[in-house]
T-cell receptor, first 112, second 111 residues
Framework: DAEITQSPRHKITETGRQVTLACHQT?????MFWYRQDLGHGLRLIHY???????NKGEVSDGYSVSRSNTEDLPLTLESAASSQTSVYFC???????????FGEGSRLTVL | GENVEQHPSTLSVQEGDSAVIKCTYS??????FPWYKQELGKRPQLIID?????GEKKDQRIAVTLNKTAKHFSLHITETQPEDSAVYFC??????????FGTGTSLTVIP
């Protein structure tokens, strides 16, 4: 069955370190998204991509970057982790047009 | 851009009663409206969706209604059960664009 997977599921890191969260989907979806979820803020969009070599900033993109070198993967990089980036991160993907959005299992990141 | 508002933020109902969650959107280009259920510690999962050419859709105990003129849509859960307790998110999606989410409703079903 097609799916979307994230790794690592849990990570603890220190302030200032670079961190990369992986997202891999086997739906062959063009559209991929990264959200962060914090209590009281719902799902906030960090970055998104509509295809290979395409990346766009969401509403909370500062301190984050993504790259899209193939259809299946959209890694999220925190260049210099900050305590404010402690959160649960969800990757999601959807097909072309008005397609359903599927979420990965989430990655819980703690920055000490 | 699109703006989605969701109410209420918390909702408690007695088991067996109905629950209604309402969302409004601002962009008339939005034409797909999914609802997600998120249990504690889990990923959001699609439970029902509606497209702009339909006014109502039902799936067993859950239903969604859409009023395009007023730009609002609602989730209705009948005969609620304790396992319905979760956070529910609405979203609006203009074709070819990102998904815009409401801030979520925490539903508690009291046995």
């Amino acid at each position: 069955d097609a799916e979307i997977t994230q790794s690592p599921r849990h990570k603890i890191t220190e302030t200032g370190r670079q961190v990369t969260l992986a997202c891999h989907q086997t739906w062959n979806h063009n559209n991929m998204f990264w959200y962060r979820q914090d209590l009281g803020h719902g799902l906030r969009l960090i970055h998104y991509s509509y295809g290979v070599q395409d990346t766009n900033k969401g509403e909370v993109s500062d301190g984050y970057s993504v790259s899209r070198s193939n259809t299946e993967d959209l890694p999220l990089t925190l260049e210099s982790a900050a305590s404010s980036q402690t959160s649960v991160y969800f990757c999601a993907s959807s097909g072309a047009g008005t397609g359903e959005l599927f979420f990965g299992e989430g990655s819980r990141l703690t920055v000490l | 851009g699109e703006n989605v508002e969701q109410h209420p933020s918390t909702l408690s109902v007695q088991e067996g009663d109905s629950a209604v969650i309402k969302c409004t959107y601002s962009d008339s280009a939005s034409n797909y409206f999914p609802w997600y259920k998120q249990e504690l510690g889990k990923r959001p999962q699609l439970i029902i969706d509606i497209r702009s050419n339909v006014g109502e859709k039902k799936d067993q105990r859950i239903a969604v209604t859409l009023n395009k003129t007023a730009k609002h849509f609602s989730l209705h859960i009948t005969e609620t059960q304790p396992e319905d307790s979760a956070v529910y998110f609405c979203a609006a999606h203009p074709t070819g664009n990102q998904f815009y989410f409401g801030t979520g409703t925490s539903l508690t079903v009291i046995p």
